[in-house]
């Protein structure tokens, strides 16, 4: 988790929240922050230090999305970021 926690703290100047749930034979992953900035891709190259996040949730979840978390008195909530990880029949993620 060590990467997840430094990627939302280095992209939010405020709380970040981790949540997990079964579903359907998925895990299903969550991470929300109070920046509203979609996440994005950064281009790869062979000596970067970092950019790699989306890529390696793109190749490992079975869908992935985003969603703004609506509006404060201050301006827009956050985000909220899930990923779908698929759990092998048998697995201790399905029970």
Known sequence: M???RRNCCRHSDGPV?????HRDGSLRLGVSDNSPEPPAYV???DDAEGG???HL?????????????GEEVFGLA???VWADIPAAAGSPLCV
């Open 52 to 54: 790699r996040g989306l």
């Open 78 to 80: 956050g985000k909220l």
């Open 57 to 69: 949730v793109n190749g490992l979840a079975e869908d992935w999305g985003y969603c703004v978390l």
């Open 2 to 4: 060590r990467p997840l």
């Open 43 to 45: 281009p790869l190259t």
């Open 17 to 21: 929240h981790f949540r997990m749930c």
